[in-house]
């Protein structure tokens, strides 16, 4: 009789946990963006100019140091960090600034936003600036886009093809 009611009680709770999966695996809904929205991402990982020229080291520099150690040039090691903005429409959709990453301040500084814009068109300005310099941007990209419904567009960084990138 209780090996029974084990196998009873054994359905009822597969059955119970069965129905808990069915109802959360369709509610609540999920939406990804608003209908007649899209969405913009940022996603960019970029090592900054180095923020002291490489230089020549002088023969009496090297005899100072151990034989291990005498490289001809001495390079610092820091980098500056990164300025990003975006600018949707002639207004400000995000300034940000990220640091190089590592205890010596030499990795690369990363940056990643979601910016979610009504579909249609649209005039993007994305400006990058990966020196130490205080006015004015190192890279610069100005586009009037067509977004659809859902659309993602991913903006990067790629110094292969010639800067910042649209895909």
Partial sequence: MTKVFSWIGQVVLYAA??????????????QHLPEDHALIKLSLIHH???????KKMTPE?????????RAPM???????PITVEVDIDGV???????????LS?????SVYQRIEVPAGTHRLDVRLRDSMRTE?????????????????LVIDFSAEKGGITLQ
């Fill in 17 to 30: 946990f069965a129905l808990f999966i069915g109802v959360f695996s369709h509610w609540p809904a999920y």
């Fill in 74 to 80: 001495a390079c610092p090691r820091e980098r500056s």
């Fill in 48 to 54: 900054g100019q180095r923020l002291q020229e490489c």
């Fill in 105 to 109: 301040r030499d990795g690369a500084a």
């Fill in 61 to 69: 520099e090297l005899a100072k140091l151990p034989p291990n150690m």
């Fill in 92 to 102: 400000a959709a995000l300034r940000k600034t990220a640091q190089p990453s590592g």
């Fill in 136 to 152: 004015g941007f190192d890279f610069e990209r100005n586009e009037v886009l067509s977004l659809k419904p859902a659309q993602i």
